[in-house]
């Protein structure tokens, strides 16, 4: 297991990464400047790539928690599962979704802030 602060150096190694492969992109064609007919590099703010990509991490674990969830809900419908397997079920949710919240707190995150908008297809995550 990755301790602390292996674990931020790490995040930080891929952000600052991140970061260089965008200002590599060619912006679009309506982001020319000055008229010179060359494509500007794509503007982006250093001091938040981390926090979206820890956004984008924690959006992919939710989405994937609540699939969990309704998974496990239906196999407890359908009888499918024995009374020792829903309890240690229910455990992991409730524990996967207090480390969600945390994790969320930790990054100035709510959870609310993790869901995307997919114009008309709706929301992606559900809500509760």
Same mark, same amino acid.
């Given at each position: 297991?990755?301790?602390?602060?292996?674990?931020?150096?790490?995040? $930080?190694?891929?952000?600052?990464?991140?970061?260089?492969?965008?200002?590599?992109?060619?912006?679009?064609?309506?982001?020319?400047?000055?008229?010179?007919?060359?494509?500007?590099?794509?503007?982006?703010?250093?001091?938040?790539?981390?926090?979206?990509?820890?956004?984008?991490?924690?959006?992919?674990?939710?989405?994937?928690?609540?699939? &969990?969830?309704?998974?496990? !809900?239906?196999?407890?419908?359908?009888?499918?599962?024995?009374?020792?397997?829903?309890?240690?079920?229910?455990?992991? !949710? &409730?524990? !996967?979704?207090?480390? &969600?919240?945390?994790?969320?707190?930790?990054?100035?995150?709510?959870? $609310?802030?993790?869901?995307?908008?997919?114009?008309?297809?709706?929301?992606?995550?559900?809500?509760?």
């Amino acid at each position: 297991m990755t301790s602390a602060p292996e674990g931020r150096a790490r995040l $930080e190694e891929v952000a600052q990464a991140a970061a260089r492969a965008f200002d590599l992109l060619p912006a679009g064609p309506d982001d020319r400047g000055g008229g010179t007919g060359v494509a500007q590099r794509l503007k982006t703010d250093p001091d938040t790539v981390e926090r979206d990509l820890m956004k984008l991490v924690l959006t992919i674990v939710e989405l994937l928690r609540q699939l &969990m969830e309704r998974t496990a !809900l239906h196999r407890v419908d359908q009888e499918d599962l024995t009374a020792e397997q829903e309890e240690r079920i229910g455990l992991t !949710l &409730m524990t !996967l979704q207090d480390r &969600m919240a945390e994790l969320c707190d930790t990054h100035g995150l709510k959870l $609310e802030d993790l869901n995307l908008d997919l114009g008309p297809l709706g929301s992606l995550l559900p809500q509760p």
